[in-house]
């Protein structure tokens, strides 16, 4: 029996009810005293010894010491990814100027869960514990001996280092994630474990799928391997289940379809914080957009009902935050207060958020997704698995019995969700990947595939730039390249739509999108850098500071592999031609004139529109290319530039030509 309510109308109430297979939603029976600080003062280690893994600490050390792999399952919060890289320093793993690796798919959690190992080892982070995120490295040669690093990166890595030579165990973190570089490595370290039988692997995950993991990395086939047996070392991988903690959780369902899941999201915090007792709010909505609304329309709530909205601190969680920021969202509020954290599915496995008691899952997260045959790779807001729905409830387990609100019915979860998400590999382009990764069969052209390759982006971003030298516009496309690195560099929000647009026309070129990136770094730039510049103007500032720092790292890259760097001044001809060299295959030709005009993709003929985001909205040029797709109701283009059909040609003779009619055929 489950309970139904409706977000804003009835308060849900009952007992502990059950999940789909009609037994208790039990995490586990055991129930510790939880080792966060706001319910005892315990010193760090004895923090450390309370988590669940703490036990197998041992076992862990035994079988990594006799097995080439080592799968280890628990629920999250157990101490994987915090506990497991210190307890190999303090084995000796890291010795003889020797490396542990732990990798995140997921950059925020990379820099959240090595500062607080530094933190726990009473370290300065960069020292002995470092990082290493795309744009950013943080770690010491010499000096830094655990390492967490996104798993993107240590595949870029192996460019260098095919063999990952410096390393001694490599730990694959959030495995069941199943991201797309993760899983390229799972190939790749087993093949390298043949050459460097001392490599130790351990392949951690939040759910008990490990089972196909071991299967993939039973290495005695049909081939025997006998050298790894004479060195002692146990070729069958095994699987360790460390025995979670966790309270019940009562799941409540939504009486009726959700319309608009930022409202009820919105109006389930206000009714829990109204009625139910004190303990933090984990609020799951899909990506920066919905957060900073949902963030908004909260903290007006708060501001003009003020009584019995007064004591909420809100706070939004998704990676590019700033390091402040994220500090907010780990501290503990001041007694009395009542934190909501609005996150995307990052706190569903990857963080351990402490103090949470009620979740709020909308159902849905941002998810990419590629269509192979009109060759487009999309982010959309899809509804997410029951596997993933049942993490986001545990996380209202953690620290004392909990409770879940689910903005969709339970009709829906029992009959419509899929059981399992698909994993990212079978839904994304494999460009960047498969380049990354080509070997001698498979030559990379020379010297455009090699530069390519090397530059940490997207391969049509990297083409743009390596484009840009040669036409002489690299400091202008560098800009753009690390604008479109971010997620939006404008303030948006319901409620000052208007005066952003109108700040965002001050900025408007006509050309598009990218240019007006240009005007806007130009006017930052010219400012100061001032944050107050930004404010007045709805540039967000934490994101241009952001677009200061890849620029910077970009253009370390374009010296290091040749490239020219160089002003066009004010030539915007050179810098659509830089663009659409990188971009050709995003060109798009307007088929419908209207309010907002139907665009037609070259390749794919996909009905595509110029996203309301973009200064060419309603503008409707004939020919556009867009950076990217987003799917709501349709297909919209964000980052849209002007082009002239003739640039097409021009950078992809192989790929467009043109007809007796004129019209460019691909
Ligand atoms: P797992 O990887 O198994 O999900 P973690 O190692 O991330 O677990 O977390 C173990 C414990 O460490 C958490 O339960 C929490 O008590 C503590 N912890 C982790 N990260 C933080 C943090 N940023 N701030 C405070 N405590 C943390
Ligand atoms: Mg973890």
New binding site residues.
């Given amino acids: 029996m489950s309970q139904f309510w409706k977000p804003g109308t009835e308060r849900p109430q009952g007992r502990v009810v059950d999940d789909e297979e009609g037994g208790v939603l039990f995490l586990s029976g055991s129930h510790h005293s939880?080792?966060?600080s706001r319910y005892g003062y315990a010193s760090i280690d004895k923090?450390?010894q309370r988590?669940?893994?703490f036990k197998y600490r041992t076992a862990i050390l035994y079988l990594v010491e006799t097995r080439a792999t080592t799968i280890i399952v628990?629920?999250?919060?157990?101490?994987?990814?915090?506990?497991?890289p210190q307890y190999l320093k303090e084995a000796g793993w890291a010795a003889g100027g020797r490396l542990i690796a732990c990798t995140q798919p997921r950059r925020l959690a990379v820099q959240?869960?090595a500062?607080?190992v530094a933190?726990e080892m009473g370290v300065k982070l960069g020292e002995e514990v470092g990082y290493t995120i795309r744009f950013e490295d943080v770690t010491k040669p010499d000096v830094t001996v655990l390492k967490f690093l996104t798993d993107g990166v240590l595949l870029r890595e192996m460019m260098d280092d095919p063999l990952l030579t410096k390393y001694s165990v490599i730990m694959l973190?959030e495995a069941h994630e199943r991201s797309i570089s993760t899983d390229i490595l799972l190939g790749l370290l087993k093949k390298i474990q043949r050459r460097r039988p001392e490599l130790r692997l351990i392949i951690?995950s939040?759910t008990i799928e490990a089972k196909s993991m071991s299967d993939f990395f039973r290495m005695r086939k049909k081939r025997r391997e006998p050298e790894n047996e004479e060195h002692g070392l146990q070729v069958e991988p095994v699987i360790l289940s460390?025995e979670g903690r966790g309270f019940n959780v009562q799941i409540n369902y939504s009486e009726e379809p959700v319309q608009d899941y930022v409202q009820a999201a919105v109006s389930t915090v206000l009714l829990i914080h109204e009625r139910e007792p004190a303990g933090d709010v984990l609020v799951f909505l899909t990506g920066q957009d919905d957060i900073d609304a949902s963030v908004q329309l909260l903290n007006d709530e708060v501001q003009t009902t003020g009584k019995h909205s007064s004591g909420l601190i809100v706070l939004p969680l998704y990676s590019g935050l700033s390091r402040a920021e994220q500090e907010l969202v780990?501290s503990q509020a001041p007694r009395g207060k009542r934190k909501v954290i609005i996150s995307t599915n990052i706190a569903e496995?990857?963080?351990?958020?402490?103090g949470i008691v009620y979740v709020v899952d909308s159902g849905f997260s941002k998810q990419r997704f590629y269509n192979p045959i009109s060759d487009i790779e999309n982010l959309v807001v899809a509804p997410i698995s029951r596997a993933s729905a049942r993490q986001r409830a545990g996380r209202a387990g953690?620290v004392r019995p909990g409770k879940c609100y689910r903005l969709y019915t339970e009709e829906y979860f029992l009959n419509h969700m899929s059981n399992e998400g698909i994993p990212e590999i079978q839904r994304s382009s494999m460009v960047s990947c498969v380049i990354q990764v080509l070997d001698d069969d498979a030559k990379l052209t020379s010297p455009t595939g090699f530069q390519v390759a090397e530059i940490p982006l997207d391969p049509m971003v990297s083409k743009m730039i390596i484009a840009s030298s040669q036409l002489g516009c690299s400091e202008e496309i560098i800009t753009i390249a690390a604008v479109l690195s971010v997620q939006s560099i404008w303030i948006s929000g319901r409620g000052i739509q208007k005066e952003s647009d109108e700040a965002k026309l001050r900025f408007a070129a006509a050309e598009g999108d990218h240019v007006t990136f240009l005007n806007v770094y130009k006017g930052f730039h010219q400012s100061g850098k001032s944050s107050q510049w930004c404010h007045k103007n709805y540039v967000n500032y934490h994101a241009m500071r952001k677009v200061l720092e890849v620029r910077e790292q970009l253009k370390r890259i374009a010296k290091r592999i040749g490239l020219v760097l160089k002003s066009c001044e004010s030539d915007m001809q050179v810098v659509r031609k830089a663009v659409t060299a990188g971009f050709f295959a995003n060109a798009c030709h307007l088929e419908e004139y209207s309010h907002n005009g139907m665009y037609k993709t070259l390749r794919g003929s996909q009905e595509v529109y110029i996203h309301p985001s973009s200064v060419l909205f309603r503008v409707n040029p004939k020919w556009v290319i867009y950076n990217s797709l987003v799917s709501t109701d349709r297909q919209y283009m964000r980052n849209v530039i002007t082009i002239d059909p003739s640039c097409l040609l021009e950078a992809a003779p192989h790929f467009y030509q043109l007809q007796q009619s004129n019209h460019l055929l691909r």
């Fill in positions: 939880s080792s966060s923090q450390r988590l669940p893994v628990g629920e999250t919060g157990s101490g994987k990814t915090t506990q497991i959240a869960v500062s607080r933190e973190d951690s939040a460390v780990f496995t990857s963080l351990t958020l402490e953690r």
